[in-house]
């Protein structure tokens, strides 16, 4: 069966540092993978989707970044954290045609 | 106005009760519906998934889906405890030459009292 693994769970960091937040898929190949941001008390805003190894579609200008170095992974970045980046960040995987999205158990920053 | 309007909540009810969960969108174009729970910390779980008007039923969940009021529900039979968490409609669709979205509702929180 499939699995998606996202760490770390949590995170504290200080504004202007980096970020990396990584997310794996197991048992599927070929995924499209999706990063989301959930404000509390509100939906998910997709941040990021990707197709393929090195294709990254961006939903939202800001100062976070995605990449897909291998086929079932998939990391979201920052050069230089801001406060307003503090949020549950939350990785998903869907397989092929109209199939519904997995989520992980997402990471939760705090940007102080 | 927003693609999907999801009643905000929050909704307290006894155990046992039976519960609706309503969400609106407007985009006649959105053909697939999920709902998925969302425990407090947690990623969302999917729930249910269905493509059709009419109901779908599985176990003590019961999706609804009114393409031509574009009205979709979750009831919850024999509500317990154990049910108490956010419930998300979402809608999937498929922008041209892209990878299918799934846009959602702003999430309901349920609590079952025992």
């Known amino acids: 069966s499939q699995t998606i693994h996202q760490w770390p769970a949590t995170l504290v960091q200080p504004v202007g540092s980096p970020l990396s937040l990584e997310c794996t898929v197991e048992?599927?190949?070929?995924?499209?993978l999706y990063w989301y941001r959930q404000a509390a008390g509100r939906g998910l805003q997709l941040l990021f989707y990707?197709?393929?190894?090195?294709?990254i579609s961006s939903e939202v200008p800001q100062n976070l970044s995605a990449s897909r170095p291998q086929d079932r992974q998939f990391i979201l970045s920052s050069k230089k954290l801001l406060l307003s980046d503090s949020g549950f960040y939350l990785c998903?995987?869907?397989?092929?045609?109209?199939?519904?999205?997995?989520f992980g158990n997402g990471t939760r920053l705090t940007v102080t | 106005q927003k693609e999907v309007e999801q009643d905000p909540g929050p909704l307290s009810v006894p155990e046992g009760a039976i519960v609706s969960l309503n969400c609106t969108y407007s985009?006649?174009?959105?053909?697939?519906f999920m709902w998925y729970r969302q425990y407090s910390r947690k990623g969302p779980e999917l729930l249910m998934y269905?493509?059709?008007?009419g109901n779908k039923e599985d176990g003590r969940f019961t999706a609804q889906v009114d393409k031509s009021s574009k009205y979709i529900s979750l009831f919850i039979r024999d509500s317990q405890p154990s049910d108490s968490a956010t419930y998300l409609c979402?809608?999937?669709?498929?922008?041209?030459?892209?990878?299918?979205?799934?846009?959602f509702g702003s999430g309901t929180q349920l609590t079952v009292l025992p």
């Open positions: 998903a995987w869907g397989g092929q045609a109209n199939s519904p999205l997995h």
């Open positions: 048992g599927t190949s070929n995924p499209n």
């Open positions: 990707s197709v393929g190894i090195g294709q």
């Open positions: 985009n006649s174009a959105f053909q697939y």
């Open positions: 269905t493509y059709s008007s």
């Open positions: 979402a809608i999937l669709f498929r922008r041209k030459g892209s990878a299918r979205q799934l846009t």
